[in-house]
């Protein structure tokens, strides 16, 4: 049985996902070469127009009009290990911040004209209701990873339906395309965890400063974060690979809900922008249910945190926008959607050599 | 005299160009340390909102809602040296792509939602009419630099005014955001002598492979570089850093208008986008007219040309957008114009953590 059969038969909503279109994809770039321009000028942008046409099978892909932004939010048990010097209620504080319209991502998607969508996947505490907040809260947090499972397998498979629910309901409603944000004190732990345990990398070279910490709790965090994968190893020793294991043992709620809103968008053919660190750990996570979900993700910044790293070069994705930002909520991935836009109206608009009456080069 | 008084005197059309505001610079810095987010989290976007606010004085600045591009075109006398592989006609009808709307900065500018206008400042024939088309022509094309000075004294300062008129006309239209880009077959060969010229870097250096030409023509286009600039050297031995002379000798119609444009700009405290290699060789030259203008300048894009990254250096500034893109037309700083947008956006829209009622981090 492939990978992608054995996440067909645990998500049994989930269509299957199919390869992107290698014909459209070699369409595309001859496409770009009768374009107006020399050849390759519009550097990534054209690779990334390509990408457009594979994931739609369209050549010229469309233009995304409808970009959706899901914000999800959970509490994490590992905080208690003292790795943030941010209070465990300022999750739930941002959350009604993110309802409010108030948070940097609802400022980045109104200038990027997409939707905020904030979804409750675990955090601690019962939350106002607001017309922007989904309640689909699997636990209020997660267990301490350090000393336990962070939550059950059950647990895992829930935060998975939540964020395949999430995104088919966007797309439902008419999204063309995704993005995948967070929200959760303590996160850039359960993340670096995620990402060292799926790509095998040591927890010194996964750790950063998340938020904002000081040498002292850094290296806090590198232990908390090797005890945290030596245990689950001890318990798993034939399956620490296996991402419903990972997930259990070291992950997070927000983090398998962004697996399951990924694998949702690649069921459907739709690209999903991803974000940094806490939405990376989610794509290694999808990516090690089915590889092909990878070709439908595009990588929207480059976050400054280690493990953000580790995770584009596993995945091997090339970010659009690297501008040293560390915040989180899809606020990088946001600040992508216009450059994937224009990437596909590059495609649809522009004159050819033919038709403009432009003078190839010489040779 | 100051240098920017004697900018002032040799273009009294120009407003005087003042330092931006170090304390809106500040304040600004100060204004994002209360809005909610960690410290510091939205990195290059927040330094580009101070200064967006040191520009305006203004904090929040001003959310730039009228953004214009400025394509200027010009052909070059250096083609005649085979250092292209494009044939000189091209920039005439890439100028008719323009005007018809067909090329990626037409399709780039919508997007973006800026305007496009395109400015004859030396093409070789006389152009069709058409609405978005401006004609300025100082001379048709520039004479062989690597033989000959590229254009006159008279000549060099008129094509800084045809920049300096297209963007005072753009501001006057309502423009709070400038775009300059460039159409001009061989360009990058004055582009690249003006930036060896004015930062005292040696032709190797600078000289890149343009539109896409092979090592052998590569070879050759550094032989015409180094020709040109020793050719200068020896007929200004003592003011070959003096802009007039650099634009004189070495330099393009359009690069001289670029610099106008820059000044313009600055002299109305008004931020503008620097595109790749062209544009930058302009904002040399209007550095080298008054240092001041720096501060007023917005890095787009990194381009792959060699020449680029010594000016970005030369010039202090950080690029936003790193694509790969080596296209010119103002391409690259109008895939930037959204993140300008949302720099300041998330300045004047972001709730502050009193307002939101978010817990500050301990310590």
Not at 20 to 48: C, I, N
């Amino acid at each position: 049985m492939s990978p992608g059969e054995r996440v067909l038969l645990q998500f049994p909503e989930l269509d299957p996902i199919v390869a992107v279109s290698a014909t459209a994809h070699a369409d595309a770039l001859a496409h770009h070469d009768r374009l107006t321009k020399p050849r390759g000028a519009l550097g990534r942008l054209e690779s990334l127009g390509a990408q457009l046409s594979a994931i739609s099978a369209l050549v010229p892909p469309p233009v995304p009009q409808h970009p959706a932004i899901a914000v999800f939010a959970a509490d994490h048990g590992v905080l208690r290990e003292g790795v943030s010097p941010w209070p465990q209620e300022v999750t739930a504080q941002m959350v009604a911040n993110f309802t409010a319209g108030g948070a940097a991502i609802n400022v980045l998607a109104r200038q990027a004209g997409a939707t905020v969508a904030v979804v409750d996947v675990g955090v601690v505490g019962d939350l106002d209701a607001a017309p922007t907040l989904r309640l689909c809260k699997v636990r209020p947090g997660t267990d301490n990873l350090r000393v336990a499972p962070a939550m059950t397998h059950d647990d895992a498979i829930a935060t998975i339906r939540v964020g395949i629910l999430i995104g088919q309901e966007l797309l439902a409603a008419g999204a063309d395309l995704l993005v995948g944000g967070d929200m959760g004190i303590g996160n850039t732990t359960s993340s670096a965890a995620v990402i060292a345990a799926l790509t095998g990398t040591p927890a010194e070279r996964v750790t950063g400063r998340g938020t904002g910490i000081d040498d002292a709790m850094l290296g806090h965090k590198i232990v908390v974060i090797r005890d945290a994968l030596h245990r689950m190893q001890t318990a798993h020793p034939d399956d620490a690979g296996d991402p419903l294991v990972v997930l259990t043992e070291v992950g997070g709620l927000e983090i398998g809900a962004l697996a399951g809103f990924y694998l949702a968008a690649a069921a459907a053919r739709i690209p999903v922008i991803v974000d940094g660190v806490i939405a990376l750990a989610g794509a290694c996570l999808a990516h090690a249910f089915e590889p092909l979900v990878a070709d439908y993700l595009v990588a929207g910044h480059r976050s400054t945190e280690p493990a953000a790293q580790v995770a584009l070069v596993w995945l091997e994705l090339d970010p659009l926008v690297d501008l040293s930002m560390r915040l989180g909520e899809g606020s990088g991935a946001a600040l992508a959607v216009p450059i994937v836009q224009a990437a596909a109206a590059i495609m649809r608009d522009m004159a050819t050599f033919d038709s403009a009456g432009v003078s190839d080069k010489a040779g």
